[in-house]
Nanobody, 124 residues
Framework: QVQLVESGGGLVQAGESLRLSCAAS????????MAWFRQPPGKEREFIAA????????YYADSVKGRFTISRDNAKNTVYLQMSSLKPEDTAVYSC?????????????????WGQGTQVTVSS
């Protein structure tokens, strides 16, 4: 079956960096748009970034543009989220998702598969 497994979360101080990884199995990884979402405490899940399956074109939420970078390695079936200049408001559970294009990147319903999430906590 399809599995998406995130790793790399943790507790950091404001201004520091983290890199999240999401390893996929059970699907043709290169056929899927991959995305990262996050859910802050007490809030709804929100789109962070997405990377297209072949071109590698990336899209970001305004809140993370210039600080976060999404990338993928189709040979390793892995998508990454490099997070820099972290802020306390970045504290959330971060989840990766896979969806077959065409899709609406910002909508959670567009994605077929989800990971279990990894906690990122940024202290001030």
């Amino acid at each position: 079956q399809v599995q998406l497994v995130e790793s790399g979360g943790g507790l950091v101080q404001a201004g520091e960096s983290l890199r999240l990884s999401c390893a996929a199995s059970g699907l043709t990884f290169s056929s899927y748009t991959m995305a990262w979402f996050r859910q802050p405490p007490g809030k709804e899940r929100e789109f962070i970034a997405a990377v297209q399956r072949s071109s590698g074109s990336a899209y970001y939420a305004d809140s993370v543009k210039g600080r976060f970078t999404i990338s993928r390695d189709n040979a390793k079936n892995t998508v990454y989220l490099q997070m820099s200049s972290l802020k306390p408001e970045d504290t959330a559970v971060y989840s990766c998702a896979a969806g077959r294009p065409p899709l609406t990147r910002l909508k959670t319903a567009s994605y077929d598969y989800w990971g279990q999430g990894t906690q990122v906590t940024v202290s001030s």
